[in-house]
T-cell receptor, first 111, second 116 residues
Framework: QKEVEQNSGPLSVPEGAIASLNCTYS??????FFWYRQYSGKSPELIMFIYSNGDKEDGRFTAQLNKASQYVSLLIRDSQPSDSATYLC???????????FGKGTRLHILP | EPEVTQTPSHQVTQMGQEVILRCVPISNHLYFYWYRQILGQKVEFLVS????????KSEIFDDQFSVERPDGSNFTLKIRSTKLEDSAMYFC??????????????FGPGTRLLVL
């Protein structure tokens, strides 16, 4: 059974600070990893994807992947109240394969 | 910016009735998916579709479910005889593949299905 595990939170972070979200996955064959943001009652919105070990930066967001440890993380710098949402970590094994989602981490940015 | 659209946004039905959820994927995408999310739970894969056939389906996607791409733009999910536990938000997603972006799935806004 392929699993993606996340701490459900809530994670409370002061505005302007760095929010750090973590995720582990069970299937060592997973190749692509995604972070989606989901506001309450809305659909998942892709924030970042990563498939190579190391860091990938896009604006205030940095995704980190460590395949040896089966660990993915998302850093959000200069956190804003609008970043308050549930962040879904997801893993995909092959092209056109299904995405396995974690349960999500609720992030709350404190003004 | 192109986006995945879904209709209806909300659907209420009686148990045992058939429902059809509709999706219009992004026009140049080739891979299509249905996911569902029961309230308060995680997003779950139902089925993937490519080249006019099912690529993969989950254990949730039993004989009560079917998918179809009836024309060049729509992608539908049919539930033949709805059960109470089918109440959920249903998301359609589509993707393409290129060497730079690999395969990235974009989600529609969802259809909230309530079975009474």
């Amino acid at each position: 059974q392929k699993e993606v595990e996340q701490n459900s939170g809530p994670l409370s972070v002061p505005e302007g600070a760095i929010a750090s979200l973590n995720c582990t996955y069970s299937d060592r064959g997973s190749q692509s990893f995604f972070w989606y943001r989901q506001y309450s009652g809305k659909s998942p919105e892709l924030i970042m994807f990563i498939y190579s070990n190391g860091d990938k930066e896009d604006g205030r967001f940095t995704a980190q992947l460590n395949k040896a440890s089966q660990y993915v993380s998302l850093l959000i710098r200069d956190s804003q109240p609008s970043d308050s949402a549930t962040y879904l970590c997801a893993a995909e094994m092959n092209r056109d394969d299904k995405i396995i989602f974690g349960k999500g981490t609720r992030l709350h940015i404190l003004p | 910016e192109p986006e995945v659209t879904q209709t209806p946004s909300h659907q209420v039905t009686q148990m045992g009735q058939e429902v059809i959820l509709r999706c219009v994927p992004i026009s140049n995408h080739l891979y299509f998916y249905w996911y569902r999310q029961i309230l308060g739970q995680k997003v779950e894969f139902l089925v993937s579709f490519y080249n006019n056939e099912i690529s993969e389906k989950s254990e949730i996607f039993d004989d009560q479910f079917s998918v179809e791409r009836p024309d060049g733009s729509n992608f539908t999910l049919k539930i033949r005889s709805t059960k109470l536990e089918d109440s959920a938000m249903y998301f359609c997603a589509s993707s393409y593949f290129d060497l730079a972006l690999k395969e990235t799935q974009y989600f529609g806004p969802g259809t909230r299905l309530l079975v009474l």
